[in-house]
């Protein structure tokens, strides 16, 4: 047992002897738990909150990092090292929400003394300076601003995510003193910044070791039909699977969720319009691109593949300068989304994290992920991330393509999106295990759908 999963299962067990519902799977490096509390609401600028109770996940042997309602997330950790019962761990939540909401209320008396614009956010629970130039600003106190990613920040990547934070100084007197203050802040830390720019050239042209590695399948009766197929596809880097029987195709979307699919229409016994329907019911799939496969071409069997859902019909013999741009567009620009986004919070950790589950999962997907984080993270990164899974599965380590990036207002943390490049440990089997256990969840429980929310993974 690692020091990390010693730490974790020492807090485990010491939140149980105080009466606190904790679960930690074999292996974790981090215990997740749900707190029950008191009726007395949770005082905000505006109105009170009533929360029965909030979830966390541990942070070493003796931290709690709320989670869930969201609100709670920018709270520092909890340091639980003094608490001698539940009642002890709700009185310093609440202690922190105290003291976060009495800064919030001298901030808010500060920038009405220079007449600045405000708005709250979250129900109360937070505030937001208004700025021509920069937009909306958050802050945590008279003394703490957090400057945002637009204006002379947008899309560039601070060295030490700390700079986000900007401490005015206390002799400013008007607004107008304040804007002038947090613009000059604003270019001085642009042009010590770095400006990052997602990759804009087409992929074919990107140097090799940018290149996402990919894979399609096919099922198909002669695989030898194809061949011509699978040497222009890995000329893209675009590796081709090939399988006889179908059954062993729908098994196979339980180790690898393949973003493309070939079928023959003819597949002996099998039917190929009525596998391509059985695949579209795979768990975590939405809209699968799939190819269709024809001996040759029939305007009946075109109209029966537009039935199936095939995002493609084409026919034997394949040529390649008239199936290239369309293909290639079903890799890189399909027009639906391949793969179902289901809720569930999960641990994360990154090189930046500095050995703590810091972050957390919003969104999960057969091919990435919808990250909840206070990083200074930009559309166009390649990161690793080791997620944690539940019980008793072992954490997976991927690395993903920062495509999206979404502010939460009122919120120190962003949402980005993230797309799985690759599995890094094999654990792609065990990651479709989660996401079919949540398409299993969401089939039982119409509550808890699907999310169809705009950011997150593809």
């Not at 997602?198 to 940018?210: K, N, T, Y």
């Not at 079928?263 to 190819?291: K, S």
Request: net charge neutral; aromatic share 6%.
């Amino acid at each position: 047992m690692s020091s990390a999963e010693r730490d974790a299962e020492f807090l485990a067990q010491r939140l149980r002897a105080l009466g606190v519902r904790v679960e930690r799977a074999r292996g974790a490096s981090s215990a997740e738990g749900e707190l029950s509390l008191g009726s007395t609401p949770f005082e905000t600028l505006v109105r009170p909150l009533v929360i029965e109770r909030v979830r966390f996940y541990t942070l070493g042997h003796n931290r709690l990092k709320l989670f869930d309602p969201a609100v709670f997330f920018d709270l520092p950790a909890l340091d639980v090292t003094r608490c001698e019962s539940a009642s002890d761990v709700e009185a310093i939540l609440r202690k922190a929400w105290a003291m976060s909401i009495r800064d919030l209320r001298e901030a808010l008396a500060w920038l009405h003394r220079v007449h600045a614009p405000t708005e709250l956010a979250a129900g109360g629970a937070r505030l937001r300076l208004i700025d021509e130039a920069a937009g909306s600003i958050e802050v945590r106190s008279p003394r703490e601003l957090l400057l945002p990613s637009s204006g002379e920040l947008s899309e560039r990547s601070l060295t030490n995510p700390s700079e986000r934070r900007y401490r005015p100084l206390p002799s400013l007197e008007t607004a107008n003193d304040l804007a002038l203050s947090i613009g000059s802040a604003m270019r001085e830390r642009a042009a010590r910044s770095g400006l990052i720019v997602a990759p804009q050239a087409p992929e074919s042209s990107r140097p090799l070791s940018l290149k996402r590695s990919r894979r399609a399948l096919a099922v198909t009766a002669t695989p030898e039909a194809l061949a011509s197929l699978q040497s222009h596809l890995s000329e893209h880097s675009i590796e081709l699977d090939f399988l006889r029987d179908p059954e062993r195709g729908l098994a196979a979307f339980r180790e690898t969720s393949y973003p493309l699919l070939f079928i023959d229409v003819r597949l002996g016994r099998e039917d190929g319009f009525e596998l391509a329907m059985r695949f579209r019911e795979l768990p975590g799939l939405e809209q699968l691109p799939i190819v269709l496969v024809d001996e040759r071409e029939s305007n009946t069997n075109r109209s029966a593949a537009r039935d199936a859902g095939a995002a493609l019909y084409v026919a034997k013999p394949l040529r390649w300068e008239e199936i290239e741009k369309p293909l290639l567009d079903l890799f890189d620009h399909a027009a639906h989304r391949r793969y179902r986004r289901f809720p569930a919070r999960l641990a994360v950790r990154t090189d930046s994290s500095v050995g703590n589950w810091d972050e957390l999962t919003e969104l999960v997907a057969r091919g990435g992920i919808c990250l909840r984080t206070r990083r200074d993270i930009l559309p166009g990164a390649v990161e690793r991330y080791r997620i944690e899974l539940p019980p008793p599965l072992a954490p997976i380590e991927v690395e993903g393509d920062v495509m999206s990036r979404a502010t939460l207002p009122g919120y120190a943390s962003v949402l980005a999106g993230i797309r799985f490049r690759s599995f890094l440990d094999g654990g792609e089997p065990r990651w479709i295990r989660v996401i079919e256990a949540l398409a299993l969840r969401s089939e039982r429980d119409p509550g808890s759908r699907a999310s169809r929310r705009p950011a997150g993974p593809s």
